[in-house]
């Protein structure tokens, strides 16, 4: 099976699967505020690195582990559904094919304990 990380493009479709995701998610009026006075540059730079490895890609990712990352933050399920599905919008928009995207969903699903609550 290939791994998911080259299914949604590799690094560059990694790369612009990010960009195209946080624009869509600092525009949302539930999920914006979450991100207000956060360095967006740096967030986009570890996400690219968390999803390459949850997608089997690179293992570059160093930074903090999901529940300390979102710890105090209040996640909720619903605002962790909306994460999970702007990003699969994104994906789709982008022509990942709908089986894949599934599988990112899954993929990501398995997060959920670590950052809901955290």
Same mark, same amino acid.
């Given at each position: 099976?290939? +791994?998911?990380? &080259?299914e949604?493009?590799? %690094? &560059?479709? @990694? =790369?612009t699967?990010v960009?195209?995701?946080?624009? $869509?998610?600092?525009? &949302?009026?539930e999920?914006?505020?979450?991100?207000? /006075?956060? &360095?967006?540059?740096?967030l986009k730079?570890?996400q =690219?690195?968390?999803?390459?490895?949850a997608?089997?890609? %690179?293992?570059?990712?160093? /930074? $903090?582990?999901?529940?300390d990352?979102?710890? /105090?933050l209040?996640v909720?399920? #619903? #605002?962790?559904d $909306?994460? @999970?599905?702007?990003?699969?919008?994104?994906?789709?928009?982008? /022509?990942?094919?709908q089986?894949?995207?599934?599988?990112?969903? +899954?993929?990501?699903?398995? #997060? =959920?304990?670590?950052?809901?609550? #955290?």
């Amino acid at each position: 099976m290939t +791994e998911l990380y &080259d299914e949604v493009g590799g %690094p &560059d479709g @990694v =790369r612009t699967a990010v960009a195209v995701f946080y624009r $869509r998610v600092v525009d &949302d009026d539930e999920l914006g505020p979450w991100f207000e /006075g956060i &360095d967006l540059d740096r967030l986009k730079a570890h996400q =690219r690195a968390f999803l390459a490895a949850a997608f089997g890609g %690179p293992q570059v990712f160093s /930074g $903090r582990t999901l529940a300390d990352a979102h710890a /105090g933050l209040a996640v909720t399920d #619903a #605002a962790f559904d $909306r994460i @999970v599905q702007t990003l699969c919008t994104s994906l789709a928009d982008l /022509g990942v094919q709908q089986d894949v995207v599934t599988r990112v969903a +899954e993929r990501l699903e398995l #997060a =959920r304990s670590e950052v809901v609550g #955290a």
